[in-house]
Nanobody, 117 residues
Framework: QLVESGGGLVQPGGSLRLSCAAS????????MSWVRQAPGKGFEWVSG????????RYADSVKGRFTISRDNGKNSLYLHMINMKTEDTGVYYC????????????RGQGTNVTVSS
């Protein structure tokens, strides 16, 4: 099971930290990722990280602004977002795999992020 949290309303230029709590599978053996879906659009891969927490990868649209991390001791995945833009608005999901096929079949229920003034 994957449960995302931390979404909300933020102004352009602001920041948010998303969390994903994992359970029911060996979290420390699975690469993980964040994907998002903007209103009325398809899924977009945002970032991925290996099972050991190395080799983070980012979509060009978020590179330099988002940081993915994980804590295997807490079975948790994180996404720290800074300098946010209106185009970052959407539902954010954590998913299994470092860059899963979209839409990812193994994902949580999502957390809503709205970037607006």
């Amino acid at each position: 099971q994957l449960v995302e949290s931390g979404g909300g309303l933020v102004q352009p230029g602001g920041s948010l930290r998303l969390s994903c709590a994992a359970s029911g599978f060996p979290f420390n053996s699975i690469d993980m990722s964040w994907v998002r879906q903007a209103p009325g659009k398809g899924f977009e891969w945002v970032s991925g990280i290996s099972r050991t927490g190395t080799r983070p990868r980012y979509a060009d649209s978020v590179k330099g602004r988002f940081t993915i991390s994980r804590d295997n001791g807490k079975n948790s995945l994180y996404l720290h977002m800074i300098n946010m833009k209106t185009e970052d608005t959407g539902v954010y999901y954590c998913a299994l795999g470092i860059q899963p096929t979209l839409p990812p079949t193994s994902r949580g229920q999502g957390t809503n992020v709205t970037v607006s003034s």
